[in-house]
């Protein structure tokens, strides 16, 4: 199947600052992909549809302010947590299809402290 | 809103047997559906899928039911193994390359 990769796998900062996350689709081009999130024992939400090229389209609910989005090429996609607080700390988890069956990325656990 | 829900939070099963996942959607225009599997710290991987022009399609080892009539799906699973053991969700198609995810569901496969 098509592989889609995050990085980083897992990360720590302190309240306050940003974090960004990168999700690539290393074998196929991805003109969309989807950023999910997913707090313990739960299931994964859709946060948002990043598109390339243009504004991410976002889910009720979400901050765009608080969870920036960026698709600037067919490969990458990133998503910045700004000014993180605890309760930010969660497994984001990003998407890509080559097709109708979405891949996922491996996800990043964030901890802000 | 649209919604996708799993009624089992966690399943035991002994290692051998047949599992079965079961999953409730909501949205009845839907027209594909996945099972995924999720492993701990990991992101779910692809196990199986379904068009709705169908209502039983079989992978190794697994198979999944859709019945559109009570909107329902299942997860089975030919005798298990303890590598099984996972989170599993359903996840119901909602727009191009977009899902909705259903509550999930532990697989506990006991020696």
């Known amino acids: 199947g098509a592989v889609v990769s995050q990085h980083p796998s897992w990360v720590i900062c302190k309240s306050g600052t940003s974090v960004k996350i990168e999700c690539r689709s290393l074998d196929f081009q991805a003109t969309t992909m989807f950023w999910y999130r997913q707090f313990p024992k739960q299931s994964l939400m859709l946060m948002a549809t990043?598109?390339?090229?243009?504004?991410?389209?976002?889910e009720q609910g979400v901050e765009k302010d608080k969870f920036l989005i960026n698709h600037a090429s067919l490969t990458l996609s990133t998503l910045t947590v700004t000014s993180a607080h605890p309760e930010d700390s969660s497994f984001y988890i990003c998407?890509?299809?080559?097709?109708?069956?979405?891949?996922f990325g491996q996800g990043t656990r964030l901890t802000v402290v | 809103g649209e919604s996708v829900g799993l009624h089992l939070p966690t399943l035991s099963v002994q290692e051998g047997d047949n599992s079965i996942i079961n999953c409730a959607y909501s949205n009845s225009a839907s027209d594909y559906f996945i099972w995924y599997k999720q492993e701990s710290g990991k992101g779910p991987q692809f196990i199986i899928d379904i068009r709705s022009n169908m209502d039983k399609r079989q992978g190794q080892r697994v198979t999944v039911l859709l019945n559109k009539t009570v909107k329902h799906l299942s997860l089975q699973i030919a005798a298990t193994q303890p590598g099984d053991s996972a989170v599993y969700f359903c996840a119901e198609n909602a727009g191009t390359y977009k899902y909705i995810f259903g509550t999930g569901t532990r697989l506990k496969v006991l020696a």
């Open positions: 990043s598109n390339e090229g243009s504004k991410a389209t976002y």
């Open positions: 998407s890509a299809s080559p097709g109708p069956e979405a891949f």
